[in-house]
């Protein structure tokens, strides 16, 4: 510690080294707090920006050191600016949030097509406890693997396209939901759960790419979640709980019409960022749960299965007049 300050005193140089790193961490921190105001019209660099806006404070560390190590005391004092910033916007997830009690458990897992063991992958599922159980990506050859899979756990459910719904509970009203794909990747169900009716939502929403030539293509997605968010708009049910995989996470901007009418279990009453995507190292938190009406009490991902995603899961106060 001594070698790596000593010298720093009576050195007026100190203040006019290092304004290279000084104007990084200033850059760095107006991405951060503007990242809102980054273009989509460009490759959706402003998406792309906040799908991983997290992981731009891994950049603080590394402009401290060199900061240090150049001995520029302007250097360190406007890292601060970056550091402040990020704790502001992330600072929160880094606390326990989570709660005892809750008396609805929910769960949803991207099964992947490509699974090569679907039944394990059930079973691991099935064993969490839940008691709503939406799958994502399920090919029709794999359907009655799980379908045989979950029917001990599951008295009730029910398949639409590409995305399923298990439950220990009656389910009625069930429906696609037209997300403007030409197929079926999202459905709504009524769950008469003990503490009453409760609308649930099961969305696959198209994949987002990252190309060379074209940057963060994400279109398709994006109309498909306008699509999902019209269709949340017009529920008659005051209790609404949304499970999928929606490729993006709570701060991309082209999520808005989802994202500003439900409260993200994992950011109410989660711990830590729960990051599902990739399995192998999760960088992003695209896989969702998502309420209205009902009490996020606790959010966490479960073990990895066989699949590219983590399972997430969460419990909810369904009655929430107490």
Known sequence: MHRLFGGWRGDPRIWRRGIVLAVLALLLALVMLLHSHIPNRVGNLGS????????????????????????????????????????????????????????????????????????????????????????????????????????STYKYHSVVGTVGLWSKYPMTDVRDVDIKLGWKRAMRATVT??????????????SVRVKVEAGFTARQRDKSADALGEAIAHESLQRVVLLGDLNGTMNDRSLNAVTSQLRSTQGAAGS???FSW?????????????????????????PRTNSDHLPVAARVKVDTSS
Request: no cysteine; charged share 15%.
């Open 272 to 274: 830590g960022f729960g």
């Open 193 to 206: 759960t003990p503490e009453g009716p409760l609308a649930v939502y099961v969305a696959h929403l198209p």
């Open 278 to 302: 990739p399995a192998s190292f999760p960088m992003a938190r695209i896989d969702q749960i998502m309420v209205k009406g009902v009490e996020p009490e606790s959010s966490w991902t479960l």
């Open 48 to 151: 792309l920006t906040e799908t991983f806006l997290p992981w731009l404070g891994l950049a603080i560390p590394v402009l401290l050191v060199l900061g240090v190590l150049r001995k520029s005391a302007t250097a360190l004092l406007t890292i601060l600016l970056p550091a402040i910033v990020w704790l502001n916007l992330f600072g929160g997830l880094l606390t326990d949030r989570t709660a005892t009690g809750g008396d609805l458990m929910v769960a949803t897992h991207n099964v992947n097509a490509d699974n090569p063991d679907p039944a394990a992958t059930a079973q691991d599922v099935a064993g969490s406890g839940a008691d709503l159980l939406a799958l994502e990506e399920l090919p029709a050859s794999a359907v009655p693997v799980y379908e045989k899979a979950l029917a």
